[in-house]
C-alpha cells in the first residue's frame, strides 16, 4: 500500500530527521490492557521552557489523542479508521481557538492513495487534495491547497520517486512552481550505512542548495549521521538507544565559513518504560 508521505517525506528524513538544537525531554507510557497511552513532553529552547502532557486512547482501529500544553491550549484528534472500507477519517481541533479545526478523509487503495482535507482557519475554509498512485518501486502525485476566501490557490505540488532495495530517488516540484529539489539516497553494508545528496533550486532568486549527508550505525544500538551543505552548515549527531524505545540523542551544527560564531548543541532524551 502506497502513502503519499512515501513521495513528498522522502529522502530529507535522513538530512533532518533528528537533528534538533534545544533541550527535549519526553517520557511515555502505555498500558495495553485498557489502550490507554500517557505522553509527557518538555522543551528548552533558548531561555524560553515549554511543555506539554498527551493522552492517547486506543480502542479497536479508532484513536483519540487529546494534548494540553504550558500555554492551556487543548489540542485534540480523532481518528477513525474504517467507517467505510479502505478509508480513515480524521478530525483535528484547538480550544480556546475556535476558529481552527480540520476534517481529513484518507482513501487507501492496492495502489493509490487520495487524501481530502477542509480546514477551517480564521473562519475561512481552505481545501486540500493530495494524490499518489504507483507500486514499491515507483510513485507520481501532487496535492494543492485552494483558499476559498480569497479565490487562490495557495499551494501544489508534483513530484515522483523510485525506490530498490538498496537506493531511492526522488524529484519533487514545490512552493507553486518556485523550488525544484531532487534526492537521492543509497544504502550499503547491509542497510547498516546509508548515503544521501539532495540538490534544490528556487527559481524566483537563482538560489541553489547542494546538501550531502550520511548514517552509520556504528552497533545495533547506536548511530550516527552527519550533513553538509554548500553554505558551509555541518551538522552531526549521536543517538543511543538506551534500552528498547529509550534513545539519548546528542547533536551539534556549526558555520564552517564562519568559526567565530557560537555553535549549535542539542540534547533530547526520550524514555518509554
Given at each position: 500500500?502506497?502513502?503519499?508521505?512515501?513521495?513528498?517525506?522522502?529522502?530529507?528524513?535522513?538530512?533532518?530527521?533528528?537533528?534538533?538544537?534545544?533541550?527535549?525531554?519526553?517520557?511515555?507510557?502505555?498500558?495495553?490492557?485498557?489502550?490507554?497511552?500517557?505522553?509527557?513532553?518538555?522543551?528548552?529552547?533558548?531561555?524560553?521552557?515549554?511543555?506539554?502532557?498527551?493522552?492517547?486512547?486506543?480502542?479497536?482501529?479508532?484513536?483519540?489523542?487529546?494534548?494540553?500544553?504550558?500555554?492551556?491550549?487543548?489540542?485534540?484528534?480523532?481518528?477513525?479508521?474504517?467507517?467505510?472500507?479502505?478509508?480513515?477519517?480524521?478530525?483535528?481541533?484547538?480550544?480556546?481557538?475556535?476558529?481552527?479545526?480540520?476534517?481529513?478523509?484518507?482513501?487507501?487503495?492496492?495502489?493509490?492513495?487520495?487524501?481530502?482535507?477542509?480546514?477551517?482557519?480564521?473562519?475561512?475554509?481552505?481545501?486540500?487534495?493530495?494524490?499518489?498512485?504507483?507500486?514499491?518501486?515507483?510513485?507520481?502525485?501532487?496535492?494543492?491547497?485552494?483558499?476559498?476566501?480569497?479565490?487562490?490557490?495557495?499551494?501544489?505540488?508534483?513530484?515522483?520517486?523510485?525506490?530498490?532495495?538498496?537506493?531511492?530517488?526522488?524529484i519533487i516540484l514545490a512552493d507553486k512552481g518556485d523550488m525544484l529539489t531532487a534526492s537521492y539516497m543509497h544504502h550499503v553494508n547491509h542497510l547498516k550505512s546509508a548515503g544521501v545528496t539532495e540538490i534544490s533550486r528556487r527559481f524566483s532568486t537563482n538560489e541553489n542548495t547542494f546538501t550531502v549527508g550520511a548514517s552509520y550505525a556504528i552497533d545495533p544500538m547506536t548511530v550516527m549521521k552527519m550533513r553538509l551543505n554548500n553554505y558551509g552548515k555541518l551538522g552531526a549527531l549521536l543517538q543511543h538507544e538506551l534500552k528498547p524505545k529509550?534513545?539519548?540523542?546528542?547533536?551539534?551544527?556549526?558555520?564552517?565559513?564562519?568559526?567565530?560564531?557560537?555553535?549549535?548543541?542539542?540534547?533530547?532524551?526520550?524514555?518509554?518504560?
Amino acid at each position: 500500500m502506497i502513502k503519499e508521505v512515501e513521495l513528498f517525506k522522502f529522502d530529507p528524513n535522513l538530512l533532518t530527521r533528528d537533528y534538533s538544537y534545544d533541550q527535549k525531554f519526553t517520557v511515555s507510557t502505555y498500558s495495553g490492557d485498557v489502550g490507554v497511552g500517557l505522553i509527557s513532553t518538555a522543551v528548552k529552547k533558548g531561555g524560553l521552557s515549554t511543555g506539554d502532557i498527551a493522552v492517547q486512547y486506543k480502542y479497536k482501529n479508532h484513536i483519540i489523542d487529546v494534548k494540553v500544553d504550558t500555554e492551556s491550549n487543548i489540542s485534540s484528534t480523532l481518528i477513525f479508521s474504517e467507517i467505510v472500507p479502505f478509508t480513515k477519517t480524521i478530525v483535528t481541533f484547538k480550544l480556546p481557538d475556535y476558529n481552527s479545526g480540520k476534517l481529513e478523509v484518507q482513501y487507501f487503495h492496492e495502489h493509490a492513495t487520495i487524501t481530502s482535507a477542509v480546514a477551517r482557519k480564521n473562519q475561512s475554509p481552505t481545501l486540500d487534495l493530495t494524490g499518489t498512485i504507483g507500486n514499491r518501486t515507483f510513485a507520481i502525485g501532487g496535492e494543492t491547497s485552494y483558499d476559498t476566501s480569497s479565490g487562490n490557490f495557495t499551494k501544489y505540488t508534483a513530484g515522483i520517486g523510485v525506490t530498490n532495495a538498496e537506493s531511492s530517488a526522488s524529484i519533487i516540484l514545490a512552493d507553486k512552481g518556485d523550488m525544484l529539489t531532487a534526492s537521492y539516497m543509497h544504502h550499503v553494508n547491509h542497510l547498516k550505512s546509508a548515503g544521501v545528496t539532495e540538490i534544490s533550486r528556487r527559481f524566483s532568486t537563482n538560489e541553489n542548495t547542494f546538501t550531502v549527508g550520511a548514517s552509520y550505525a556504528i552497533d545495533p544500538m547506536t548511530v550516527m549521521k552527519m550533513r553538509l551543505n554548500n553554505y558551509g552548515k555541518l551538522g552531526a549527531l549521536l543517538q543511543h538507544e538506551l534500552k528498547p524505545k529509550s534513545t539519548l540523542t546528542i547533536s551539534g551544527e556549526f558555520d564552517t565559513k564562519a568559526l567565530d560564531k557560537n555553535p549549535r548543541f542539542g540534547l533530547a532524551l526520550a524514555l518509554k518504560p
